[in-house]
């Protein structure tokens, strides 16, 4: 389809409203031009900030009269020492004038994408050729007809299906949320499960209630500690001047990535992603699904979402009504 109307780019990320033409893959693909621009911009502009400071502070040392008794020679060496430092000064006073009127108008830092690079697993992590989970035979009465699938580490599943197969119980039966009433599930040992289910309640293990931050409920959720190691920014899913808004003041997708940064800070061996896309912006959908290719671990999506479905490159399971 056509996009030759005008286009709100996703939450933060500074590009504000553009009107783009041709499909949405030509909006990508100038988006990207776009984002590549602002950040060589804002790479050259820091450069220039960084000279004028250090040329401001070099100026500063310079044409300093020395000490000593008055002498002739040390007169004359007064006489040109002033000169030159009020020659030093009007040059430290021009270069600190462009600083600050560089500074003023400073370019914002570009917006991180969605990002899984650089997720640390713990040491303690599978090796590529064995089998994390193995599903045999299993069935859950009413909600998830007879199903089997072998898992390996590394590997990346979809789940297709129409409403009402069975995609959401397969997942929490994998993660161990819902016993099969038929069939089994076998789990490596020490194996780290992470599940984002479509509509996720972010706990509240203090009792704040929802008017708490966005950053400090990220933190009651994941510890102190784990929230200093793998910050709420870390993955590229919300702005630095978001991170003080109010739980209860935040959109439904904006809650879903909340709820997914907790699940990544986990560093789960197995991610778990009940229709991730739903209550996500497109372009988002999209950073999820090209990042993908870079989370260290396994990954298996429940999704009946077109755009992921014809874009995948993985494994997939087909999930049939009865």
Request: aromatic share 4%; net charge positive.
């Amino acid at each position: 389809a056509d996009s030759g109307d005008l286009v709100q780019d996703g939450d933060g990320s500074g590009i504000g409203v553009t009107r783009f033409t041709g499909t949405y893959t030509d909006y990508l693909q100038a988006r990207k031009d776009a984002l590549a621009r602002w950040e060589q911009q804002f790479a050259d502009e820091q450069a220039k900030l960084k000279k004028l400071r250090a040329s401001v502070s070099e100026s500063q040392t310079v044409g300093r009269p020395e000490r000593g008794p008055r002498t002739e020679a040390r007169s004359a060496k007064k006489f040109y020492a002033d000169r030159n430092a009020k020659v030093v000064a009007r040059r430290v006073g021009d270069t600190r004038s462009r600083l600050e009127e560089l500074e003023e108008r400073q370019i914002r830092k570009p917006p991180r994408e969605l990002s899984f690079a650089g997720i640390p697993l713990p040491a303690r992590s599978m090796t590529s050729a064995r089998t994390v989970i193995d599903a045999a035979q299993i069935a859950l009465a009413g909600r998830l007809e007879r199903t089997s699938l072998s898992i390996r580490q590394g590997e990346q599943w979809l789940v297709t299906g129409s409403n009402g197969t069975g995609k959401s119980t397969l997942l929490q039966v994998l993660a161990g949320a819902l016993e099969p009433t038929s069939g089994s599930v076998q789990r490596a040992r020490g194996l780290r499960i992470g599940l984002l289910t479509q509509h996720a309640d972010i706990p509240d293990p203090h009792d704040r209630g929802p008017s708490r931050t966005l950053v400090r409920a990220y933190e009651d959720a994941v510890g102190s500690g784990r929230a200093t190691a793998v910050p709420l920014t870390a993955f590229g899913l919300f702005a630095p001047r978001d991170l003080q808004r109010p739980l209860d003041s935040v959109s439904r997708g904006q809650v879903q990535r909340l709820a997914l940064a907790i699940v990544l800070a986990e560093m789960p061996d197995v991610l778990l992603l009940d229709e991730p896309t739903n209550h996500l912006s497109l372009l988002l959908v999209t950073q999820l699904e090209e990042s993908l290719a870079d989370y260290p671990g396994t990954v298996v999506i429940a999704s009946h979402d077109r755009w992921l479905r014809s874009n995948w490159a993985g494994r997939t399971l087909q999930l049939e009504s009865t």
